[in-house]
């Protein structure tokens, strides 16, 4: 998920970093040139054939390895073909490349798919008409404007060199092919288990046009849940001194509204935050008999936020439930988290469970949550969720 | 740790010193060299030998300036406003004010947003603390404290409780009684104990702790019911104007702003100072996270606001007009985080395009300084507080 970060623009490790800055050193880069792609010029474009060989002339290494670099290069999208570009390959020939630190594209994946959609009159790949449905349900209200964004976008596209727009395509492809890898395809963003106690705080940022593309993303993401930009439904109370919009939204309802729902799957946080939406949660959790993992989580938010004097009573209480052999609700954690945690519980503190907690809650949020967005679950909740009628105002 | 006159592109060993740092990483004659700021500059007056001329060693600096620029620009050669530029331009805005907020007799100093959107509490310049039903404009509890310039207010998660402090030094905790009658002050709870006066604070994710701000530079946690300190905080040279808990899912951090130009970064566990910006040139009078819990803002009395990231560890954005003279008090972001809403010593409100930069209105009204603005907690309404002795309710 591009909100999290987790993106190669933002997790770019110093020798990476060095390399490509070094291939595009005007004076000892790659050599980049105006290149022929059928009729059209692109310019500043790298041949694969020359990429290899300043590969080879760089590092002191034979043909071999440079191209299995330069196939790494193109993998993980720091490099992007201009020729067939679904095909994220390094041809040792030449066929035009291009470097992908310039800003990525500012679509999000489904006005991506509208334009592809209209451009090539439905002709998208079978994961792609998908993906296009799947997401066209669950942003069915913000539809129009997400065809007319695109259509906007084309229309803008038009306007531009040829040149500009095969780059630009050829960009986006490599980008989303990347960030939404087809189904079956490696996902080389996957970057295996979440790494809890990071000691590098700050991070390397190779292009930090891509964090304020995050920014962007955000507020898009949350348009329609700012009443003062977009108004809310039925009517704002402060302006129609009408309180249904409390009403609807109140803690517990029968029929929570569409936006509240749909807010759920922004992100696990917004989940839990709302308690309607964590009950429903551990509605699911009970389902799939793992619930003992959101209580657990539960109790040390407890311990965390509570009343010193209860501290060691509180810890000594999730031992019992969670963590003692045969317990009732035991939780699933790695040795050496169990182990420390177990340690520390002779001497309970605060913040003693931290470790433990924070296993068990990106557990649930990398395989529990995703799996409960998908789930029927989830989906029925969303179907029947309310759309409020706008009111007139006064 | 950021400083002002490089961007610091990595963290690790100076190649020169070898202490760990935010480094730069330039070429110099094709070879990468990594070196903290400290030995940069050692690096630009290694000319200065003996013979070596003011003119040739400024030669030299400049001519490492401008590989620095440019190394500098091969990263940031787009604005967070140039990337911005493809997003939809903000309609007019239409904001008015919708309530009126009278009662206090005294400049209003501070408030905070109950958790059920509509409720606040407020505190004032002569001691008085209200606790209001916003909507209907119901005065349902009122305090007077002791104390004079209650700087700090808000009100606990549960609602059923406020917190407010000021020149007594001190943070105060009063349950909230159903009982009209029932006097308030009786059930005064002294919680934080400062050498100077408190100038923020707020609950954590509980009724049971405290995080306060102060004039004695140090910012602490306290534990409610004992009145505990469990953490303090020090770091700030100088008064600390200001607090805000980040948003984030492991709820550990914080940021504080104060009369030292600084807005740093705090581990709630450890104590630690993880992250300080220093780029405003005067007091910051304000800090607040975005939404996301990934940046936040900052309103400073050199008249601007400003925006940082914490990731890239640097300022994104300034928010600044010609016609914007006079010092900028309080901040809050809009639920999105698209706009966001700053007042000022000049009385206005001014209302920014986070993303463009561009302000995108103004919102006049008060008749005197703008002490405080908060976005409820639904994003229904901005609520601002005013040295005038009211509170507006803006939608």
């Avoid at chain 2, 006049?364 to 507006?392: I, K, M, Q, Y």
Wanted: aromatic fraction near 10%; charge should be neutral.
């Amino acid at each position: 998920e591009l909100r999290n970060g987790k993106n190669l623009y933002f997790l770019l490790y110093k020798p990476i970093y060095l390399l490509i800055v070094a291939m595009q050193d005007p004076d000892m880069g790659v050599k980049m040139r105006n290149q022929r792609l059928l009729i059209t010029v692109i310019p500043h474009a790298m041949t694969g054939r020359d990429i290899i060989d300043w590969l080879i002339q760089k590092y002191n290494i034979c043909e071999e390895e440079a191209l299995h670099v330069g196939a790494m290069l193109v993998r993980y999208g720091y490099v992007y073909p201009l020729k067939e570009p679904r095909s994220l390959v390094l041809r040792p020939d030449e066929s035009p490349y291009r470097f992908q630190v310039s800003q990525p594209p500012l679509h999000p994946p489904a006005i991506y798919l509208a334009k592809k959609n209209i451009r090539k009159q439905g002709e998208l790949m079978e994961y792609e008409k998908e993906r296009y449905s799947v997401l066209h349900k669950r942003i069915n209200h913000t539809w129009d404007f997400v065809v007319m964004q695109a259509r906007e976008q084309l229309r803008a596209s038009k306007q531009r060199r040829k040149a500009d727009r095969i780059v630009l395509e050829c960009q986006e492809q490599a980008y989303w092919l990347i960030n939404r890898p087809p189904p079956g395809a490696h996902n080389v963003l996957d970057m295996g288990l979440e790494r809890i106690n990071n000691s590098s705080r700050v991070t390397l940022v190779s292009d930090i046009t891509f964090l304020y593309f995050l920014f962007v993303k955000y507020s898009e993401q949350y348009l329609n849940h700012d009443p003062i930009m977009q108004g809310c439904l039925p009517s704002n109370p402060w302006i129609s001194d009408d309180t249904a919009h409390w009403t609807m939204n109140a803690e517990v309802v029968p029929s929570p509204t569409r936006l509240r729902v749909e807010r759920w799957s922004f992100s696990f946080m917004e989940l839990l935050n709302d308690s309607m939406g964590r009950r429903e949660f551990m509605t699911y959790l009970e389902k799939e008999f793992s619930a003992e993992n959101l209580c657990f989580w539960q109790a040390c938010e407890d311990v965390r936020h509570g009343e010193n004097s209860r501290i060691i009573e509180k810890v000594e209480d999730i031992y019992k439930n969670f963590l003692a052999p045969g317990a009732a609700r035991w939780v699933n954690i790695d040795s050496k988290t169990m182990d420390k945690t177990l340690h520390g519980i002779r001497h309970p503190h605060r913040f003693v469970m931290d470790d433990a907690q924070m296993h068990i809650y990106f557990l649930m949020k990398k395989d529990s949550y995703p799996r409960y967005l998908k789930s029927d679950l989830y989906k029925n909740m969303l179907a029947k969720a309310v759309v409020p009628q706008e009111t007139k105002k006064r | 740790m950021c400083d002002q006159t490089f961007l610091a592109a990595t963290f690790g060993p100076c190649d020169s010193c070898g202490k760990a740092s935010p480094l730069m990483n330039i070429y110099i004659k094709n070879d990468a060299i990594n070196y903290c700021s400290f030995c940069m500059e050692v690096m630009a007056c290694q000319g200065l030998q003996s013979g070596e001329t003011l003119a040739s060693l400024k030669k030299e600096s400049d001519s490492l300036k401008k590989k620095l620029e440019e190394e500098r620009g091969k990263l940031n050669d787009i604005e967070l406003h140039q990337v911005a530029e493809k997003v939809e331009m903000l309609g007019a805005l239409s904001i008015k004010t919708k309530r009126l907020l009278k009662g206090h007799g005294n400049k209003v100093l501070c408030m905070d947003w109950c958790k059920d959107k509509r409720r606040l509490v407020s505190s004032s310049q002569d001691g008085k603390v209200i606790v209001w039903d916003a909507f209907t404009l119901n005065k349902e509890h009122g305090v007077t404290l002791p104390c004079t310039w209650v700087m700090a207010c808000a009100y606990a998660p549960s609602g059923c409780a406020v917190a407010c402090g000021g020149l007594d030094n001190k943070c105060s905790v009063f349950p909230l009684s159903l009982d009209k009658n029932e006097n308030l002050s009786a059930k005064k709870k002294a919680v934080a104990m400062h050498t100077n006066y408190v100038s923020g604070c707020t609950f954590t994710n509980s009724d049971m702790q405290l995080l306060t701000s102060s004039g004695d530079g140090t910012c602490a946690l306290w534990d409610v019911e004992s009145g505990q300190l469990l953490q303090s905080f020090h770091g700030h040279t100088a008064d600390v104007l200001s607090l805000d808990l980040a948003p984030s899912e492991t709820g550990n951090t914080f940021v504080s702003g104060g009369s030292d130009k600084k807005a740093n970064v705090w581990d709630m566990r450890s104590g630690q100072n993880i992250q300080s910006f220093e780029s405003h040139e005067s007091d910051i009078n304000c800090v607040k996270y975005y939404p996301s819990g990934d940046a936040f803002a900052s309103a400073s009395d050199d008249s601007t606001c400003r925006f940082y990231d914490l990731r890239a560890d640097r300022e994104v954005a300034v928010y600044q007009k010609d016609s914007v003279i006079f010092g900028a008090s309080t901040v809050d972001f809009s639920l999105s985080g698209r706009l966001l809403f700053a007042g000022y010593n000049d009385y206005t409100i001014n209302v920014w395009d986070v993303l463009k930069g561009t302000r995108v209105s103004v919102l006049f009204g008060h008749e005197n300084r703008v002490s405080r603005v908060r976005v409820s907690p639904d994003g229904t309404a901005l609520c601002s507080a005013s040295w005038d002795n009211t509170l507006r309710i803006w939608a």
